[in-house]
Structures are given as C-alpha cells and as structure tokens.
C-alpha cells in the first residue's frame, strides 16, 4: 500500500509537501489521487494526476486550484502533493491513493484501489 509523510503543523500562509510512496508496482502505471477528511466532515478528492497512459494529466478541486501542486517522480516511485499558501480550512488528514486504471485519473475514492494510512497536517497560528 501507499506510504505518506511530510505532514506537521504549519502556520497560515505557509507550504508544505506530502510525499507518497508505492513499491508494490511500477509507479508510472498508477494514477495517483490525493484526498482529504477535515474534522467533522466526509472525504474529498483535492486532487489527482493521471499516469503514462493519461499523459500525467492533473485535476483539481476549485479550493485548492493555484495553491496545490500535483505531481510525479516515477522513477523514485513517489508522488508529491505540494502545498501552498495554507489556510486553516486546509486541516485535516491527508492520503494518498493509486489507480491501475488506464487513461485520466478519476475525482472519485472508490476508483482507486490502494490507499495509505493517512497524514495530518494542521494549520494554525
């Protein structure tokens, strides 16, 4: 199953990026989404790239467009979820998860197949 870090505590108005690794297959195959849970309410998809046979396309969700940063170092099999400009709506767990379907990466959790245990991370002065 995928493996996150990177996630802390971090002010408003700060970045921080969350890593993703996946050794169970060649990443390049795998779409890669990004989902979020604030406290006291139901995941989300935040975002999402697509792998090799989408054209490592990326998609997000209106709230994070132009602050977050999808992206892939298939050769180190990892994804990355760089994020920017904090607020503290942004609060909440954090995973990552794969698809081994073909084409676009889908907005939808039960597309994907393996997921990782979860980051926190917490904004907040």
């Known amino acids: 199953q995928p493996v996150e870090s990177g996630g802390g505590l971090v002010q408003p108005g700060e970045s921080l990026t969350l890593s993703c690794s996946f050794s169970?297959?060649?990443?390049?195959?795998?779409?890669i989404g990004w989902f979020r849970r604030a406290p006291g309410k139901e995941r989300e998809a935040i975002g999402c790239?697509?792998?090799?046979?989408?054209?490592?396309?990326?998609h997000y969700i209106d709230s994070v467009k132009g602050r977050f940063i999808v992206s892939r170092a298939n050769e180190k099999n990892t994804g990355y979820l760089q994020m920017n400009s904090l607020q503290s709506d942004d609060t909440g767990v954090y995973y990552c998860?794969?698809?081994?379907?073909?084409?676009?990466?889908?907005?939808?959790?039960?597309?994907?197949?393996?997921w990782g245990q979860g980051t926190q991370v917490t904004v907040s002065s």
């Open positions: 169970r297959y060649p990443l390049r195959h795998y779409a």
């Open positions: 998860a794969m698809d081994p379907g073909p084409g676009d990466c889908p907005m939808v959790a039960n597309d994907y197949h393996y």
């Open positions: 790239i697509a792998g090799s046979s989408g054209d490592e396309n990326t």
